[in-house]
């Protein structure tokens, strides 16, 4: 088994590039943020407790985006490995990753990283809002306090992962397709 981590800040392209990743290396891509889309559109307790919270631009409880991630690869017994895009986002979630994946035998293979500046993000997110219909996307406030939590919260992972020897940054700017070969020349490798 082989699980991955798609990193970066809001915008970055790592759900563009998962979905691409999936079809190569037969992985299954799990997005929490599309997993919470998901319950917010069937209006479940969970999706109405979340929607607000998204909407702010912070983070839905740790505890409740690991619950997510157990499910999904507890029901996904046939798949080769996992493409984890928008999770982990806390140090916590690092953690309980870790601990799901070793409670089975297995471990995270590689985090590639896409990295992008603080404007790149907002240019991103100010043309996905005229594609895609999200509203956390719309808002200057929510989009300022969705980069300011990953500053805060999510960015201390790399040091994490640095540490594990299982981090891998490229270089965010370039076409899809750029992107996408320097991804792959770096899971090849893993
Ligand atoms: P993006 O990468 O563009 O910020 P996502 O679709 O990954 O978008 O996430 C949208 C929102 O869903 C986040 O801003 C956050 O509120 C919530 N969310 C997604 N994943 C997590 C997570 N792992 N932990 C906490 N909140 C999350």
Sequence with gaps: ??????FGPPGAGKGTQA???VDKFNLRHV??????????KRETELGLKAKKLIEAGSLVPDEVVEGMIKNEIASHPEVKGFIFDGFPR??????ALDGIL??????????????????MVKARIRHRAEIEDRKDDMDEA????????????TEPIIDYYKKAGKYNGIDGVGSIDDIFN?????????
């Design 31 to 40: 997005s929490t943020g599309d997993l919470l889309r998901g319950e917010i």
């Design 1 to 6: 088994m082989k699980h991955f981590i798609m």
């Design 90 to 95: 806390t140090l916590e979630q690092a953690a």
């Design 182 to 190: 320097r991804i792959c020349g770096i899971i090849e490798k893993l």
């Design 102 to 119: 070793a409670e089975r035998g297995e471990e995270i293979s590689g985090v590639i990283s896409i990295i992008i500046d603080d404007e």
């Design 19 to 21: 979905a691409m990743l």
């Design 142 to 153: 929510t989009v300022a306090n969705r980069i300011k939590t990953y500053h805060d919260k």
